[in-house]
């Protein structure tokens, strides 16, 4: 099947179109951009310059997608850099993911997600796959997010922060440092709740994998000990789950939030 371009639509003589996609009224897709198959573009979504779209996602009305980063160092806005989205993904109404800041350099979207009304991914974000951005969550720039994360509505992540796997940011919460995967986040200040029990169940954790990280949570923050000596304690668990928490909090360079 062909695609479908509705009169209205502006789409440049460079777009790279693969089959079935449906390109709605005055939808605007400008150069350099690259759409895979059986994409949905609504009514007066942009696709700017650099987009990179893979196959069968939904564009909502009035999304942008690729433009310049809000970056004050971003001087020329003739560089070329990317967005990278992957498949499945639903952008709804008014989302914005703005392209990378350095040449050659993606924003990228993995697969399967769904970003809400007026959700914002900054430049050079790094977001997995089956996440969910709740309307007006919002990524500062360098921002990374594993796979299945559930951010609320209104969070605001600052920039250069890291969101672990299965975590959950509850609403309006302020992001200044990583948050910890498996775990929930809220607050403002931020703080860890506790264990994010009712997404890990949804996700299929079966109840020896909710001891476990139950034993890890109590062992980094319900013993008066110090951070190396519960990352110890975690290392003798020697289980897949506990040991991706325990690198996790390795690498994390702006620190992570923790319980009050």
Known sequence: MSNQIHSTAIVDASVRLGQDNCIGPYAIVEAEVELGNANQIAAH???????????????????????????????????????????????????SINRASKPGQATVL????????????????????????????????????????????????????????????????????DCLPYMITDGNPAQVRGLNLVGL????FSTQELRLLKDAYHLLFMREKDLDSSLTALAQLQQPLTDQLRGFIQRAKRSFHRPG
């Open 201 to 204: 169940k949804r996700a299929g």
């Open 45 to 95: 979504a942009v696709l700017k310059r650099g987009t990179r779209m893979g196959n069968n996602n939904q564009v909502y009305e009035h999304a942008v997608i690729g433009g310049i980063p809000q970056d004050l160092k971003f001087t020329d806005p003739n560089l070329l850099t990317y967005v990278q989205i992957g498949d499945n993904n639903v952008l709804r109404e008014y989302v």
């Open 110 to 177: 993995g697969h399967g997600n769904f970003l809400m009304a007026t959700a914002h991914i900054g430049h050079d974000c790094q977001l997995g796959n089956n996440n969910t951005l709740v309307v007006s969550a919002g990524l500062a720039g360098h921002v990374s997010v594993a796979d299945k994360v559930f951010i609320s509505g209104g969070v605001m992540v600052h920039q250069f922060c890291h969101i672990g796997s299965y975590a959950m940011l509850g609403g309006n919460a302020k992001i200044t440092q």
